[in-house]
């Protein structure tokens, strides 16, 4: 696992610990955008390396 996909799923799993407990408001999507974010630039690498 690279470090982006590391980095990304930490952060896929605070955002879904946000949505059950309901805390953290506009911060949760700002996570899940950054996530996304790193994981299709993760994606993107993996395909240049290859």
Known sequence: ??????IGAVVVFFWVLGL??????GLIHILLVIA????IVDII?????R
Do not use: W, Y
Not at 20 to 25: A, C, D, R
């Open 1 to 6: 696992m690279g470090i982006l996909s590391f």
């Open 20 to 25: 059950i407990f309901s805390i953290g408001g």
């Open 36 to 39: 996304a974010i790193v994981f």
């Open 45 to 49: 690498s993996k395909k240049r390396i």
